[in-house]
C-alpha cells in the first residue's frame, strides 16, 4: 500500500466529507487529491487555529471534518482545541506530518516535534503512530467514530519516515 | 449606545437564520436578548466566531449564517477575512460590533479604534462591506456574496448574566434545530 494511498482511503473510508488543511510538502499528494474530490469540501486556512473553528462549524452543519497540516500547527491550535473542540465535545480527526523526527533536515523543526506526542499527552488526547501505510489506513478509517466517542480530537502522527 | 442595543437591533432581522454569537459578554446579552436554539453561543476559543460561522455556511449552503464577532476577536484572527472572502459564501454575514474595546476584560482599548474595519474589508476584496446604518441588514443577508458588517457602539456591557446552559446542550440544541 502506497503511504498516500493509506492517508487518503483512510480518510473516505471513515466517512471524512469536509477537510481543512495548512500544507505540508509530506501531504501535498493527499491535498491535491482532497481538491480533486467532489465528495469533500476542502478549505485551504491562513492558520490552524482558525481551521479548528472552521471544523466546528462544518460538523455543526453535519460534516465529518478533519484538519491536515504539521504538528507545528498543534502548538497554534493549543486553546482552540481545549476551548473548543474538547468544550462542546466536537469529534475531530487530526493528521499531522510529524516534522522534526528522524531523518529531518530542517533544524528550526525540531524542538517542536520532540514535543509533540508529550504535548499530545499533556492536552490528554488520544494519539497513533503509525508506522506503514496498512497501520496508517487502520488508524485513521476508524478515529472519527473513535472521536465521536469520546468527544476529543484523535491524532495520526506521520513521521518523516512514515513516508 | 452600547453593544446591548447593537444586538437588540441585529436581532430584530433575525428570523430563521442561525446565529453564531462572539465570547464573553457578547454571547451572554444576545442570551438575555433573545435566546433561541438556532444561537451558537460560544463559551471559549475568543476570535473564532467568524471561523465557526464560516465552516457552517459552507456545510449548510441552504442555510443563512449570521456571525456576531467583535473587534478583538476580529483582530485576533484577521486571517479569517482572507479566508471568508476567498471561499466567499454567499450565506454567510459576518457583522463587527466595533466598540474600539475589549469589552469583556475590562474595556481595555483596541487597535480597532485606529483602523477603518469596513476599508479594511473592502480592501481584501469584500464587495459588500459595510456599516451598519447604512444598510437593511435583511437585504445584505439575501445578497449574493460573503458579507462584512462594521455596527460602532460605545464600549460597556450590560448585566447579563452568565449563560446556564451547559456547552454540550448548546451544541445538540443548535444541531437538532437544523
Redesign the interface.
Known amino acids: 500500500m502506497d503511504s498516500n494511498d493509506a492517508v487518503y482511503d483512510g480518510l473516505k473510508d471513515a466517512g471524512i466529507d469536509?477537510v481543512v488543511s495548512v500544507p505540508c510538502v509530506n501531504l501535498s499528494e493527499i491535498l491535491n487529491r482532497l481538491d480533486e474530490d467532489p465528495e469533500i469540501?476542502h478549505?485551504?486556512?491562513?492558520?490552524e487555529?482558525?481551521?479548528?473553528?472552521?471544523?466546528?462549524?462544518?460538523?455543526?452543519?453535519?460534516?465529518k471534518?478533519a484538519i491536515l497540516m504539521q504538528n507545528s500547527g498543534l502548538g497554534n491550535s493549543i486553546?482552540?482545541l481545549?476551548?473548543?473542540t474538547e468544550?462542546?465535545?466536537?469529534p475531530l480527526v487530526m493528521i499531522m506530518s510529524h516534522r522534526g523526527t528522524e531523518g529531518e533536515s530542517i533544524v528550526g523543526q525540531i524542538p517542536m516535534g520532540e514535543s509533540t506526542p508529550r504535548i499530545l499527552e499533556a492536552m490528554n488526547f488520544n494519539f497513533f503512530k503509525p508506522q506503514t501505510p496498512e497501520a496508517a489506513y487502520d488508524d485513521i478509517r476508524l478515529s472519527w467514530e473513535m472521536s465521536e466517542e469520546e468527544g476529543k480530537p484523535i491524532s495520526i502522527l506521520l513521521e518523516i519516515k512514515y513516508w | 449606545m452600547a453593544r446591548y442595543k447593537a444586538i437588540q437591533d441585529i436581532m430584530e432581522n433575525i428570523d430563521e437564520e442561525l446565529v453564531v454569537c462572539n465570547i464573553g459578554f457578547p454571547s451572554r446579552e444576545l442570551y438575555e436578548i433573545n435566546d433561541r436554539s438556532r444561537n451558537f453561543y460560544m463559551i471559549g476559543s475568543m476570535g473564532l466566531a467568524s471561523s465557526i460561522g464560516l465552516g457552517l455556511a459552507l456545510s449548510k449552503p441552504g442555510d443563512d449564517i449570521v456571525v456576531i464577532d467583535g473587534d478583538g476577536s476580529l483582530l485576533m484572527n484577521m486571517g479569517s477575512l482572507a479566508t471568508v472572502f476567498a471561499n466567499n459564501p454567499s450565506n454567510l454575514t459576518w457583522i463587527i460590533i466595533d466598540n474600539g474595546a475589549y469589552g469583556s476584560t475590562g474595556n481595555q482599548d483596541t487597535y480597532a479604534q485606529l483602523i477603518d474595519l469596513v476599508e479594511t474589508a473592502k480592501g481584501v476584496g469584500f464587495k459588500n462591506s459595510f456599516h451598519y446604518l447604512d444598510i437593511d441588514l435583511k437585504e445584505v443577508i439575501n445578497s449574493e456574496d460573503a458579507s462584512f458588517i462594521v455596527y460602532e457602539t460605545e464600549p460597556g456591557n450590560s448585566k447579563a448574566p452568565i449563560i446556564d446552559i451547559d456547552p454540550i446542550t448548546i451544541k445538540e440544541r443548535f444541531m437538532s434545530s437544523i
Do not use: H
Request: proline share 6%; with cysteine; hydrophobic share 40%.
Open positions: 469536509f469540501i478549505v485551504p486556512v491562513t492558520r487555529e482558525e481551521g479548528i473553528g472552521i471544523c466546528a462549524g462544518a460538523y455543526l452543519g453535519g460534516k471534518p486553546n482552540a481545549k476551548s473548543l468544550l462542546y465535545e466536537f
